[in-house]
C-alpha cells in the first residue's frame, strides 16, 4: 500500500518534474488519498468478509468428500495464515489491483497469494509464465509456468483508475465545502483606518508591519477565542462582515459528498448502496441482487479456475471436483425459518441432514437421517387416479 500511495502521491503533486510540493498540498492530497482508500476498504472488506463466509465443498465421485482439498480451502492453506485471512488478501489484490496470483512454489500442497510478479509475455498459443513472483518478501527464483497457477482477473478491463479519478474530483468538492464551512461558521470584520492613523511608522517599525501584527496579537484572538477583547483605538472602525458561529449549521452537505464518493464505489464493484450505508428499507432484495451480480460470479471465476487447474477434465470427468456454496453468506434463524425446513424434508428434496448442515448444524450419524422422507400430502397423479377409481367402484 505505501508504495502504490507513494507512486500515486509523485504523480499528482508532479514530483521529478521540478515541481515544489509544499506541506499545504502534501496535507491535502492525504486527505483526499484517505477518502478513497476508505470508501474501497469498506467495499473490499464486505466482499471479502462474504466469500470468507462460503464453504468451499470438494466432490469425490460426485459425493461430497472431505480431504485435503477441503482443509486447504476451508481451515489452512499455508502455515501462517488460515483460510479467512487467505481469502481476504486475495480478494483485496484482486479488486485493488484487477487480478490476482495464488502460487505454490514449492509443491507442498500449500497456497500463497502473491504479492508481485512480472507480468508474463502475452502470446496466443504459447504457455505463459510468471517471473520474480514475490510472497512476504521471498522471490522465488525458478518461473512458474500458467498451469501451476492460479491467475485471477477481476475484469477484462480495470475500471479503478476511472473510479480514482471521479472520487479525486468529488474529494476536491469535498474540500471546498469544508473551506466553505468553515468562513460561514465563524466571524469576519473589516477595519476602517483613518487616514491620519495611516501616517508615520509606529515603534520604529513601518505602518503596515505594525497594523498587521496588532491584528495577529489583538483582533485574532478576539475573533476565535471563547472569550476576549477588541481593543478600539481613535481612527479605528470596525464592521461585521459576515459569517455567525453561534447559528445552526451542520455539515450534512459535506457529509453528503462524502456519501457520494461511497455510493460511487459501490456501484462500480456490484454493490447496492444501500447495504453499504446500512439502510434498512430494501436491505432483503438488495441482499438477493448483490449476491447474483458481485458475489456468485466472484465465486464462480473463482470455483472454474481452481477445477480446471487443480483437477483438470479427466477428474472433473470423474466426478472430481470443487463447488462454493454461497447460501450460508445469508444468517440462517432456525426458528423462522421452521416452516420452511419442514417442506424441504417432507417434500423428498432434502434429507435431514442436509438441512442441518445448510443451517450450520453437525450431522445426525444414523442412517434414517441420510434418508429422504415424503408425507401423505405429496403422491403422483397415476396414484391419485387409482385411489379415485378404487373409490368410485364402492
Known amino acids: 500500500m505505501a508504495i502504490s500511495f507513494r507512486r500515486w502521491l509523485l504523480g499528482k503533486l508532479g514530483a521529478g518534474s521540478g515541481t515544489e510540493v509544499i506541506c499545504t498540498e502534501l496535507a491535502q492530497a492525504l486527505e483526499e488519498y484517505r477518502l ?11 466482499i ?15 459425493e461430497e468428500y472431505r480431504g485435503r482439498e477441503y482443509y486447504l480451502w476451508n481451515i489452512e492453506p499455508n502455515p501462517n495464515q488460515n483460510s479467512t485471512a487467505f481469502l481476504h488478501k486475495l480478494v483485496y489484490k484482486l479488486y485493488s489491483e484487477n487480478e490476482a496470483l495464488v502460487v505454490d512454489p514449492w509443491r507442498q500442497e500449500r497456497l500463497f497469494v502473491a504479492d508481485s510478479w512480472q507480468a508474463p509475455e502475452e502470446a496466443p498459443g504459447k504457455l505463459r509464465e510468471y517471473r520474480d513472483v514475490a510472497i512476504d518478501g521471498t522471490i522465488c527464483a525458478s518461473p512458474l509456468p500458467e498451469r501451476d497457477v492460479l491467475h485471477f482477473r477481476l475484469q477484462h478491463k480495470n475500471i479503478k483508475p476511472a473510479l480514482d479519478g471521479l472520487c479525486q474530483a468529488y474529494s476536491r468538492l469535498v474540500q471546498a465545502a469544508m473551506k466553505n464551512y468553515g468562513w460561514a461558521s465563524g466571524r469576519h470584520m473589516k477595519v476602517h483606518v483613518d487616514q491620519i492613523a495611516q501616517g508615520g511608522t509606529v515603534g520604529g517599525k513601518d505602518w503596515n508591519a505594525a497594523f ?28 461585521e462582515m459576515g459569517g ?4 445552526n449549521r451542520t455539515t450534512r452537505d459535506i457529509r453528503a459528498l462524502a456519501d457520494d464518493i461511497f455510493d460511487f464505489t459501490a456501484r462500480a464493484f456490484c454493490i447496492p448502496p444501500v447495504l453499504l450505508f446500512g439502510d434498512v428499507a430494501g ?10 451480480t458481485c458475489i456468485d460470479p466472484l465465486c464462480d471465476q473463482i ?33 423462522s425459518n421452521a416452516a420452511s425446513v419442514e417442506k424441504l424434508i417432507g417434500s ?13 448444524a453437525s450431522a445426525i450419524q444414523e442412517d434414517w437421517a441420510d434418508r429422504h422422507f415424503v408425507t401423505k400430502n405429496f403422491e403422483t397423479v397415476a396414484s391419485a387416479a387409482r385411489q379415485m377409481e378404487g373409490s368410485e367402484e364402492k
Request: proline share 3%; with cysteine; charged share 25%.
Open 283 to 292: 436491505t432483503q432484495d438488495a441482499m438477493v441482487r448483490w449476491l447474483t
Open 303 to 335: 470455483q472454474e479456475e481452481i477445477i480446471r487447474k487443480r483437477y483438470g477434465f479427466a477428474e472433473w470427468e470423474k466426478g472430481n471436483s470443487l463447488r462454493i456454496d454461497t447460501s450460508s453468506i445469508l444468517h440462517f434463524d432456525l426458528f
Open 244 to 247: 455567525s458561529p453561534d447559528a
Open 36 to 46: 478513497r482508500e476508505l470508501a474501497l476498504h469498506t467495499c473490499i472488506s464486505m
Open 48 to 62: 471479502a468478509n462474504a466469500v470468507g463466509r462460503c464453504e468451499f465443498k470438494t466432490c469425490k465421485g460426485g
Open 212 to 239: 498587521v501584527e496588532m491584528m495577529e496579537a489583538q483582533i485574532k484572538p478576539f475573533l476565535t477565542g471563547e472569550n476576549g477583547i477588541l481593543p478600539e483605538f481613535t481612527g479605528y472602525q470596525y464592521t
Open 348 to 360: 423428498g428434496a432434502f434429507s435431514i441432514n442436509d438441512v442441518r448442515r445448510a443451517a450450520g
